[in-house]
């Protein structure tokens, strides 16, 4: 090799590692965010607030209706006495999610519900109704609102322990 040909070829290796080194600090900073990004969704699954939980999914539906006040009407409205209505309107965003089965037991899932049914509905029903605080976390009073009557809240539970058997 001439030396010319050195040069040009200790050239293009330097570029080369100046290259890799970019990529390597690149993906540090790549892996960095999304490591952040995780975390941060981990501390918004522990601290999602009840409001946002317990939003009534028909909601949405409820197009030109004022959106603050009328939670509970739309409980009301749709569920009456009917407890998979009732479930499915609250229940649900806590019961019915599946990535959150190690923080709240799952509506269909007989394990997590066997040693709760084995309680008797009436503990069910009374914890359901005035909030229980258990190994898994807080279950909040009617599910959070306050407006479900005792049978409302008595046939979500019924709901969700017939599809947990
Ligand atoms: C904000 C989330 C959330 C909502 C909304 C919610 N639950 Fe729960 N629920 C929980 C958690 C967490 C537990 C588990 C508590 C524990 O055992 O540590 C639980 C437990 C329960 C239990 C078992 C109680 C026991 O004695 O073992 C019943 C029954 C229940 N929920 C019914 C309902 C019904 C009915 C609704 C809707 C009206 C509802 N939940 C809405 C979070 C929620």
């Not at 999610?97 to 009374?126: E, F, H, N, V």
Request: charged fraction near 20%; charge should be negative; glycine fraction near 8%.
């Amino acid at each position: 090799m001439s030396q010319e040909q050195d040069k040009i070829f200790f050239r293009n290796f330097s570029l080369i590692l100046a290259f890799i080194a970019a990529m390597m600090v690149a993906f540090y900073i790549i892996a960095d965010m999304v490591t952040k990004h995780g975390e941060n969704a981990d501390a918004l699954n522990n601290s999602i607030s009840v409001n946002e939980l317990t939003k009534p999914v028909g909601k949405a539906a409820l197009a030109g209706r004022e959106e603050e006040n009328n939670q509970n009407e739309i409980v009301a409205d749709t569920a009456s006495n009917n407890g998979e209505s009732v479930y499915n309107g609250l229940c649900v965003n806590c019961h019915g999610i599946a990535a959150l089965a190690s923080m709240i037991p799952q509506a269909g899932d007989a394990t997590a519900w066997k040693t709760r049914i084995g309680k008797g509905m009436d503990s069910l029903y009374s914890n359901a109704i005035n909030g229980y605080t258990g190994e898994m976390g807080m279950m909040p009073a009617r599910g959070g609102n306050p407006n479900l009557t005792d049978d409302e809240v008595k046939a979500a539970v019924d709901y969700i322990v017939n599809l947990s058997q």
